[in-house]
């Protein structure tokens, strides 16, 4: 995999979830190994997705912030696809969300 790029996704999704906890909070990161993946679930105590917006969120240029680019999830995205993985929201509410990034394991 491209190291690099994989930073970047992680990057993205921290920084998005620390600015959704101005005040305070924590980010958990955890990880296991499922049907032949490597799946790191990223879960934030912010105050969730708007509803309206949680069905666009990977949509370039879909910001909730003043100045957002709203190109983070659009490029981590298509940079976990080129892996053969996956970025994907698992859940959002007013108690948090959880993202997850999913890559394929090298069998061979
Ligand atoms: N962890 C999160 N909690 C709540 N909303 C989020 C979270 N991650 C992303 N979002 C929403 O999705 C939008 C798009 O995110 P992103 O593509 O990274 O663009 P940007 O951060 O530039 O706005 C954000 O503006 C925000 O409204
Ligand atoms: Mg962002």
Redesign the pocket.
Known sequence: MDKGQIQQVLL?LML??IE?MPSGGELFIDSEIKDGRANIYLR?Q?T??PED?RER?FESF????TG???????ISKRIMRAHDGDLELIE?GPQG?TFRISLPLNTG
Request: aromatic share 0%; no cysteine.
């Open positions: 993205n998005n979830a959704v934030d912010g969730g997705i917006l969120i879909l910001t909730g912030k957002g680019t709203g190109l983070g999830l659009t959002s969300t």
